[in-house]
């Protein structure tokens, strides 16, 4: 009978055969050859996305954020959004108010600019009043801005008395953007504070881009 000698849990037998990681074999018997390993599946390339499509932007230094009208074409939501305005001609003149398209990546296309020219882009009162048209192929309503505490602006637009649509500019709530639903002037602007009092008038006239 072999003997057998148990060490630390590996199985040492004598007489012509050997243990392996436990696991014993004959050193007389054949040894059979490997099986092949199969080479390990390579995972599927991911899909190469193509870049995003680069956002327009202004081409001006934009100042405070961006208002939207909720007003769409096919090119994005028409916005307005104050820029710095530095020009020699208008010392007192510091920004403006452009209407422009933010397209869905969220860039901004500079469309009209609106902005005073003679004296203080914040006296109080209206400032670079426009009439709507059609430019560069987006439709801009009528808009401008007015500086002071206005909560309500009114006009006479087609005969009837309408109220415009409004807020106030982030970089200096004082000053109030406004627009209407129509590209025609409007006539007899009107603003008022939560009171209910009028305010200074200030440039009433209609300008055209």
């Not at 860039?107 to 109080?124: H, R």
Request: hydrophobic residues 40%; proline residues 8%.
């Amino acid at each position: 009978m072999k003997k057998r000698l148990v060490i630390a849990g590996t199985v040492a037998v004598a007489c012509g055969t050997l243990a392996v990681s436990g696991v014993l074999t004959s050193a007389n018997a054949e040894t059979k050859p490997a099986a092949p390993v199969p080479a390990p599946a390579q995972p599927a390339a991911a899909p190469v996305s193509p870049p995003p499509a680069r956002a327009s932007a202004s081409e001006h230094e934009v100042l405070g954020e961006v208002i939207g009208t909720g007003i769409r074409d096919s090119s994005g939501e028409l916005v307005f959004y104050g820029v710095k305005v530095k020009e020699p001609r208008l010392p007192q003149t510091t920004f403006g108010i452009m209407g422009g398209i933010r397209d869905a990546a969220g860039g901004l296309k500079d469309v009209i600019i609106v902005n005073e020219t003679s004296g203080s882009d914040k006296a109080p009162g209206f400032h670079g009043v426009t009439g709507g048209a059609n430019l560069d192929g987006h439709d801009v309503p009528s808009f401008g801005y007015y500086a002071g505490p206005a909560a309500k602006i009114t006009a006479r637009i087609g005969g009837a008395s309408v109220v415009a649509h409004q807020a106030r500019w982030s970089a200096d709530p004082n000053v109030v953007v406004f627009w209407f639903d129509t590209a025609a002037d409007p006539g007899r602007l009107r603003a008022y504070n939560a009171a209910g009092a009028k305010l200074p008038s200030g440039r009433t006239d209609v300008g055209h881009g």
